[in-house]
């Protein structure tokens, strides 16, 4: 079954950076689009940041563009490079997994992991 492991969370003050990881396994990683998605608390899962399997397409939320950055290595590993990070940043953040295209809809994604906490404070 697909398993997908994130670290790299933890506790920044505003304007510092944070580098994100997910490690995937138990599944084709070459064929699916990975995506990054936040939960705050009381609010809805969005999404972040999303990259095709070839890597060659990468998405963003309006929020992350030109501070966030998504990358994917070989080694089935998913990274998010976040910059310049805000308080509204503070969340909940989750590694997901779509065999079929990218959507927006965090409820198109079948496959999530546990999540890793990011806390920026002013």
């Known amino acids: 079954q697909v398993q997908l492991v994130e670290s790299g969370g933890g506790s920044v003050q505003a304007g510092g950076s944070l580098r994100l990881s997910c490690t995937a396994s138990?599944?084709?990683?070459?064929?699916?689009?990975m995506g990054w998605f936040r939960q705050a608390p009381g609010k809805e899962r969005e999404v972040v940041a999303s990259i095709s399997p070839a890597a060659a397409i990468r998405k963003y939320a309006d929020f992350a563009k030109d501070r966030f950055t998504i990358t994917r290595d070989n080694a089935k590993n998913v990274y998010l490079q976040m910059n310049s990070l805000k308080p509204e940043d503070t969340g909940l953040y989750y590694c997901a997994a779509n065999p079929g295209s990218s959507s927006d809809d965090y409820k198109t994604w079948p496959y999530w992991g546990q999540g890793t906490q990011v806390t920026v404070s002013s």
């Open positions: 138990q599944f084709t990683y070459g064929y699916y689009w």
